[in-house]
Nanobody
Framework: QVQVVESGGGLVQPGGSLRLSCAVS????????MDWYRQTPGKARELVAD???????NYADSVKGRFTISRDSAKNTVYLQMKSLKPEDTAVYYC??????????????WGQGTQVTVSS
């Protein structure tokens, strides 16, 4: 099986920074795209940033210039560095990975989510 575990959420003041981490483990052959999504109550989950296996990145307009996604392929880990945080960044952040397992099956896996709260 495959496990996706996020960490690094918490409470931060406006203008502050946080770094989220997401480690993928298990019967992995290849990890393709790795993404961060976020969701607030009553709203659909939205894509924050994604990174391909080649390192190409994409960001939501609302976080461009403030958030940076990166990955350590050797550790099967993706990071989200968040700076200049705003109250509207408050959400549960979810990690997503597109994984090909050792049995060649390819599936999407999600973490359990980590809460980020931006408040004074």
């Amino acid at each position: 099986q495959v496990q996706v575990v996020e960490s690094g959420g918490g409470l931060v003041q406006p203008g502050g920074s946080l770094r989220l981490s997401c480690a993928v483990s298990g019967s992995i052959r290849t990890i393709y795209a790795m993404d961060w999504y976020r969701q607030t109550p009553g709203k659909a989950r939205e894509l924050v940033a994604d990174i391909t296996s080649a390192g190409s990145t994409n960001y939501a307009d609302s976080v461009k210039g403030r958030f940076t996604i990166s990955r350590d392929s050797a550790k099967n880990t993706v990071y989200l560095q968040m700076k200049s945080l705003k109250p509207e960044d408050t959400a549960v952040y979810y990690c997503h990975a597109e994984v090909q397992k050792t049995n060649w099956a390819r599936s999407d896996y999600w973490g359990q989510g980590t809460q980020v709260t931006v408040s004074s």
